[in-house]
């Protein structure tokens, strides 16, 4: 271009390349992003299948003593 020194040719450069960087760091981010959120939604989804579990034990511990003791009396 008209007017550009090396040195302003060089900055323009090194502008463009970090702004580059910056775009690529931003999508790596998204990416981290959607994966961190897919991991805490399985972890999460495992987490509620743990407490249906947990929830059903404990009604059968409840309920087996009392069938027990209807069937032996």
């Not at 020194?5 to 690529?24: C, G, K, L, W, Y």
């Amino acid at each position: 271009m008209k007017g550009r020194t090396p040195h302003m040719e060089h900055q323009a450069n090194h502008f463009s390349d970090v702004r580059n960087e910056i775009i690529a760091i931003r999508g790596d981010m998204h990416g981290l992003e959607r994966r961190i959120m897919d991991k805490i939604d399985e972890n999460r989804d495992k987490a509620s299948e743990n407490q249906k579990w947990i929830i059903g034990l404990l009604i059968l511990s409840m309920l087996i003593p009392l069938l027990i003791a209807l069937v032996t009396k």
